[in-house]
């Protein structure tokens, strides 16, 4: 299932083609005007060509993004009921993977307009840096703050899972106005290519959180021998379907998750882990604790996950079989860094035409 990161151009952008079809045909009736754009699935950007030099902060800005007839109307108040919420963080590591998961979305939404997007930060003011990018995006930006959880953030096996802001996901439910009781909160390294008003539709029934489920995934291996042989932590999951999902992309029901108190229960696990070492991941084990087998399922298109490659250098990993609504770059690896290395995997050039970072006239409007 690896592929190789030589490949010849012309057959990655073949492979390209043909995995990326049978999305293509679903996409919803707006991809027709925008059918010029798959052309630039195929091509990397263009890189900065004058001299000026970039700093981490340059980005173009986006085309606008109208709504089209059908949608509804709506002014810019956070508390309309007709919105779609998208959570997201900015940080400034991956500042311009966030910039192009805001610009997939736009992209393939039939009501672009009716979209707002709450940005958690706990670093460097980045408002100006979406509103020049995005003038009419509606968002809200919200400082978490890192001393929250900087006590009990425990080691990890990778040292980018440690970051604070990975944890902010568990206190969206009170950071988001009280009047927001669903969002859709998304990780920084993917890129939407389908219309997510279908994945703010979905059904939770009488659950808390929806995602991707993978119940053929090794479940033992999210935990440390320790946890299994110690039946108060592992009778947790007795009499639960558990299943493995990822934590990147979820459909919250903040509702709920205030009334029940989630955010505590998580916390629970996070102190047990300082004392226990009962995993090694980051953020993602006290949401398996907490949430694995009380999980509305949904498609797997939309979380198509692992593009990053969990290796170190030269692994590149190809899409799972089936459609694709949402590509995910977790591991390791990030599009951008591999791009701008010149050593990027085939499924890089899906990403690119999102990228907004620098000067080049591609996309600008
Ligand atoms: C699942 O993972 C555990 C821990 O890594 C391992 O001991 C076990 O053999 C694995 N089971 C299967 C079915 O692969």
Redesign the pocket.
């Known amino acids: 299932m690896f592929w190789v990161t030589k490949f010849s151009g012309f057959f990655a952008a073949a492979m390209v083609m043909i995995v990326l079809s049978p999305s293509l045909q679903s996409f919803p009736p707006a991809e027709a005007i925008r059918s010029s754009h798959l052309e630039s699935y195929l091509r990397f950007p263009s890189q900065v060509t004058n001299n000026i030099p970039l700093n981490r902060f340059s980005f173009r800005k986006a085309p606008l993004f109208r709504n089209a007839d059908e949608c509804a109307s709506n002014n810019k108040r956070i508390c309309d009921p007709s919105l779609v919420h998208v959570a997201i963080t900015l940080d400034v590591e991956y500042l311009r993977g966030s910039i192009a998961a805001v610009h997939s979305i736009l992209h393939h939404s039939r009501c672009p307009e009716s979209v707002f997007f709450h940005f958690l930060v706990s670093e460097t003011n980045l408002e100006t840096v979406v509103r020049s990018t995005f003038p009419e995006l509606k968002f809200k930006i919200y400082y978490f703050n890192p001393e929250r959880v900087r006590k009990i953030i425990s080691t990890s096996v990778r040292q980018a899972l440690e970051q604070p802001l990975n944890y902010a996901r568990n206190y969206l439910a009170d950071l988001l106005e009280p009047c927001v009781n669903r969002v859709i909160y998304l990780d920084s390294d993917i890129v939407v290519v389908d219309d997510i008003a279908k994945l703010w539709r979905t059904n939770l029934g009488k659950k808390t959180i929806g995602a991707p489920e993978y119940c053929h995934a090794?479940?033992?291996?999210y935990f440390t021998k320790s946890f299994w042989s110690e039946p108060r932590f592992s009778g947790t999951f007795s009499g639960r379907n558990a299943c493995y999902f990822n934590t990147g992309v979820m459909v919250i029901d903040l509702q709920k998750w205030r009334r029940v108190g989630y955010t505590k229960r998580i916390e629970k696990w996070m102190d047990i882990q300082k004392v226990n070492r009962i995993y090694e991941l980051g953020s993602l084990p006290p949401y398996l604790l907490v949430f694995a087998g009380h999980v509305a399922p949904i498609e797997h298109r939309w979380n198509q996950h692992g593009l990053g490659g969990d290796n170190v250098r030269g692994s590149c990993r190809d899409l799972h079989p089936g459609p694709v609504s949402l590509l995910h770059w977790s591991g390791s690896g990030k599009p951008w860094i591999r791009l701008d290395s010149k050593k990027p995997c085939p499924l890089d050039s899906l990403w690119a035409p999102y990228d907004l970072y620098g000067f080049s006239s591609v996309n600008s409007s």
């Open positions: 090794n479940f033992t291996k």
